[in-house]
């Protein structure tokens, strides 16, 4: 399987913990995006890389929120002294852009993170 | 700023109904692309089309077809003969430049046998 993957698919903590997730884009893919989706509601933007470099982040990462892509591979995203509305599905995508052509993102099964 | 409206929220039809489902967007820029994805019940965004601001010929995929229409900033898909697999939450989105997608609320789709 040469998609994007994540890991884990669920994770459980209580509030207060720090948790990471992990996510491996396709192979040859140049950028990588984090993405979180509520229940009920289209995934809404968080942070984006193009290689190791993090180009843009929405408003919605507070400091609490940091990722990274050190070798712009694969790439992590943590969240520390997790809130309840914290809780919601991290989608992961990569995309192939190059030269001004910009592909399509294909995502990852995504992690669910229920903060109790 | 980009917003992208899926005013239906949920659709529910029988087997071999044809459906389609609306998306309208708003951006100022005159380069954009559209995007729809599936979400089917295990989660994962399905890739199902890209369209580029410049090119407002329909598509027509097996089953599946869209509609992009600038002058109503409209761009929607249209199921027909569907079929239980079609069931799934479909996502319009917009993507100006080279970065983040802007996704509507979504459409639940239930197909019936």
């Known amino acids: 399987d040469t998609g994007v993957s994540q890991d884990p698919r669920h994770k459980i903590t209580k509030r207060g913990q720090n948790v990471t997730f992990r996510c491996d884009p396709i192979?040859?893919?140049?950028?990588l995006y984090w993405y979180r989706q509520t229940l009920g509601q289209g995934p809404e933007f968080l942070t984006y890389?193009?290689?190791?470099?993090?180009?843009?982040k929405s408003r919605l990462l507070s400091d609490r929120f940091s990722a990274e892509r050190p070798k712009g591979s694969f790439s992590t995203l943590e969240i520390q002294r997790t809130e309840q509305g914290d809780s919601a599905m991290y989608l992961c995508?990569?995309?192939?852009?190059?030269?001004?052509?910009?592909?399509?993102?294909?995502f990852g099964p995504g992690t669910r993170l229920t903060v109790l | 700023a980009q917003k992208v409206t899926q005013a239906q929220t949920e659709i529910s039809v029988v087997e071999k109904e044809d459906v389609t489902l609306d998306c309208v967007y708003e951006?100022?820029?005159?380069?954009?692309?559209l995007f729809w994805y599936k979400q089917p019940p295990s989660g994962e965004l399905v890739f199902l089309i890209r369209?580029?601001?410049?090119?407002?010929q329909n598509e027509i995929s097996g089953r599946y077809s869209w509609n992009f229409q600038k002058s109503t900033s409209s761009f929607n898909f249209t199921i027909t003969a569907s079929q239980v697999v079609d069931s799934a939450v479909y996502f319009c989105?917009?993507?100006?430049?080279?970065?983040?997608?802007?996704f509507g609320q979504g459409t639940r789709l239930t197909i019936n046998p």
């Open positions: 951006t100022r820029d005159t380069t954009y692309y």
């Open positions: 192979s040859e893919h140049n950028r």
């Open positions: 989105a917009l993507r100006q430049g080279a970065q983040k997608l802007v």
């Open positions: 995508a990569s995309s192939l852009d190059l030269a001004g052509i910009n592909n399509e993102q294909f």
């Open positions: 890389f193009q290689n190791e470099a993090q180009l843009e």
């Open positions: 369209r580029n601001s410049f090119d407002e």
